[in-house]
């Protein structure tokens, strides 16, 4: 059970970060940039793809800092980002694990 | 014990996200941006270096006691729970402490909004009746009450949402009841502020956040394992997700009913769902 609290811990430890950065970033009253964000969106598939298939509990601890570093963003941000890096970790996810 | 304390800390982690997670859902149906998933785990947090004032109208030993017996029996329901798979009428029991926590805590508080509260309270233990409905017919179909033992059952012989759905049905009643801003979530009535915690601030705030969190995954958490059967962890993270979404979306759309609705619904759909089991147990 330790392993799954480390990833709940890097997990809310990346949101709070991915929220603090975001509001630093993008201070305007309602969400000026709707584009995708490409450096969030690498962040988010390494994150997620780390998360789920890396099998070690440091890289998917990495992982879900990452991850949750783009899912934390200021609502309106990295939500493309987040959809995106999570279908490409799950379609990883189900190649080596059902196609195998 | 560190077992425990281990699992307490995830259950409140996981279920201040799945809060989150249902703010945010119920926002997005609405068509708000909606906070940030995080943010009802920050909120709890911040309570907790908030300054605490104590309303002179107040019974002081309860409106403080009241609160760490709230944290206290949904830690008990990690340990009955997660933690050991013991018995499902501790759980139950558990549930009807916190009935009794939710009507103490609005008494104790002096505010006319705790007060209606309380009352309301009362009249909402007829969740409990579907619950204890669910629990008796788990009992009926397995012949047991251990956890553990209903877990190898469906291990055995698959999971029970197949054998008794109806009894699925009257048990999601249950966590449709707890979640926020359900329709049948009388004692929270924005008409009473925040019900019965309206007047409980900072770090009594806190720990009330606390075990909210806390009982909301204990409670998916229990129905998940009485009737999808043996799960590993991602079984349990997508069913939680799954019905935290399916409860945001139905507590988005409906709107609360009043007491009286809210009783008669329940009791009704937790009647019928019960004879419904019952007949295709013995058929």
Redesign the interface.
Same mark, same amino acid.
């Given at each position: /059970?330790?392993d799954? $609290?480390f990833y $709940? $811990?890097t997990? &809310?430890i990346g949101?709070?970060l991915g $929220?603090l950065y975001s509001y630093k970033l993008h201070g305007e009253p309602y &969400?000026a940039d709707s584009s995708l964000d490409i450096k969030a969106l690498i962040i988010s598939v390494v994150g997620w793809v780390l998360a789920f298939n890396s099998g070690n509990v440091i890289l998917g601890g990495i992982g879900f800092l990452l991850a949750g570093f783009v /899912?934390?963003?200021?609502?309106?941000y990295g939500r493309k980002e987040t959809a995106i890096g999570l279908a490409i970790a799950i379609i990883i996810y189900l190649i080596l694990h059902l196609m195998m | 014990m560190a077992d425990i304390l281990i699992n307490v800390i995830i259950a409140f982690l996981a279920g201040s996200l799945l809060l989150g997670l249902h703010r945010k859902i119920m926002a997005r149906v609405q068509k708000r941006p909606g906070p940030p998933i995080i943010q009802h785990l920050l909120h709890s947090l911040k309570f907790f270096f908030k300054e605490t004032a104590f309303p002179k109208t107040v019974s002081m030993p309860f409106y403080i006691g009241i609160v760490f017996i709230l944290a206290a029996i949904w830690i008990v329901g990690v340990i009955v729970g997660p933690v050991t798979h013991d018995s499902l009428l501790i759980l139950f029991g558990v549930y009807a402490v916190y009935k009794i926590v939710e009507h103490n805590s609005g008494s104790s508080s002096g505010s006319p909004y705790g007060k209606a509260s309380c009352v309301r309270a009362v009249l909402s233990a007829a969740t409990e009746l579907p619950l204890f409905a669910a629990v008796v017919l788990v009992y009926l179909v397995t012949g047991s009450m251990n956890i553990g033992n209903i877990i190898s059952y469906q291990a055995a012989n698959g999971p029970l949402v197949f054998s008794i759905p109806l009894a699925a049905i009257m048990f999601f009643l249950l966590l449709l009841s707890k979640s926020p801003y359900s329709p049948f979530g009388i004692t929270k009535d924005k008409a009473l502020i925040s019900g019965f915690e309206t007047e409980h601030f900072g770090f009594l705030r806190g720990f009330i956040m606390f075990s909210e969190s806390i009982s909301w995954y204990v409670m998916l958490w229990v129905f998940l394992t009485l009737f999808f059967g043996p799960l590993n962890v991602v079984g349990y993270v997508i069913g939680m997700i799954v019905i935290t979404f399916i409860t945001g979306f139905i507590n988005a759309v409906t709107p609360i009913l009043n007491p009286n609705h809210s009783v008669m619904s329940q009791i009704t759909i937790g009647a019928i769902c019960f004879v419904g089991t019952v007949l295709m147990i013995l058929i």
């Open positions: /059970m330790l799954y $609290l $709940l $811990l997990f &809310v949101s709070i $929220l &969400v /899912m934390g963003e200021r609502p309106g | -």
